[in-house]
């Protein structure tokens, strides 16, 4: 077996090696790391490309993905295990591993896509502007080191912690090392954008990812590396939770991928 997108992901650290005994190894690189450990959707993109590697007559087609434990920057080490669900669908599990201990589990549903058709519902926007021209916004790589790998260049919607009326942030966004853009891709930028709530904030806050789910939506039929415009918004922070809802789509406002996460909030209000 081939060793897992390095030509994707060059030296972002989002490469996985399989070990000979049906896992994959993975190290996630410091650049990586979002406030205090391994980058969640870092993780998430890590499950997905395993997935489709064990599954490789399918195409990804969701991912639900649940945090159990804090990664650190030791290995990583991603089993899968392979269901069949009828004649062209399978369902991969996905064991996430550190030092023996059980970081995080994943499902992730792929099957065989049929033709486009005429009958075809297609979730689609226009009317938002392109990337270039826009001005690019850095979250800190000091505070969160993976900032330095995104080019994000915000729309429209309020900033990260301008203490905002509204809960929203939408931007364009690529990895500044090129890497294709597939569900794995996609998985990983759904988790780029600070939590939503972030703009009604006035000081950082912690809100670690608990639960994490993708939905593919259209076929991803051309994979090289472009813009996606991602659209992140809180749906609700309440009682220690916090719930983001976030779209994907690419540069003819067509979605590509809608994804929710819910978060524990430490230390609410801060404001």
């Not at 998430?44 to 490309?49: D, N």
């Not at 295990?81 to 023996?100: F, K, L, M, N, Y």
């Not at 549903?109 to 021209?133: K, Y």
């Not at 990260?160 to 690529?174: F, K």
Request: aromatic content about 4%.
């Amino acid at each position: 077996m081939k060793q897992l997108s390095r030509q994707d992901a060059a030296d972002g650290g989002l490469g996985a090696s399989p070990t000979g005994d049906g896992r994959w190894s993975a190290t996630i690189d410091p650049t990586w790391w979002g406030w205090s450990g391994p980058h969640g959707g870092a993780i998430a993109a890590l499950a997905v490309r395993v997935a489709a590697e064990a599954a490789p007559e399918g195409s990804v087609r969701a991912l639900d993905l649940r945090f159990v434990g804090k990664p650190d920057g030791g290995e990583l080490i991603l089993t899968p295990s392979v269901r069949e669900v009828g004649r062209h669908t399978r369902v991969v599990d996905v064991e996430v591993t550190q030092a023996g201990v059980e970081i995080a589990t994943a499902a992730i549903t792929a099957g065989r896509v049929g033709e486009s058709g005429s009958a075809d519902v297609i979730d689609r926007i226009s009317g938002v502007p392109g990337p270039e021209g826009l001005d690019a916004f850095m979250i800190p790589p000091e505070i969160v080191p993976m900032g330095a790998q995104l080019d994000l260049r915000p729309v429209d919607g309020p900033l990260p912690l301008t203490g905002a009326s509204e809960a929203w942030m939408r931007a364009w966004i690529t990895t500044r090392t090129p890497m294709a853009v597939d569900a794995a891709y996609l998985a990983l930028l759904a988790d780029c954008l600070p939590p939503a709530v972030f703009p009604t904030l006035t000081a950082p806050l912690a809100l670690p990812t608990v639960a994490f789910s993708m939905h593919v939506t259209a076929p991803l039929d051309d994979p090289t590396p472009a813009p996606v415009l991602v659209h992140t918004r809180n749906t609700s922070t309440s009682g220690g939770w916090s719930v983001d809802d976030t779209t994907l789509r690419d540069r003819g406002g067509r979605l590509l991928a809608s994804a929710r996460q819910s978060r524990r909030v430490i230390g609410w209000p801060a404001r």
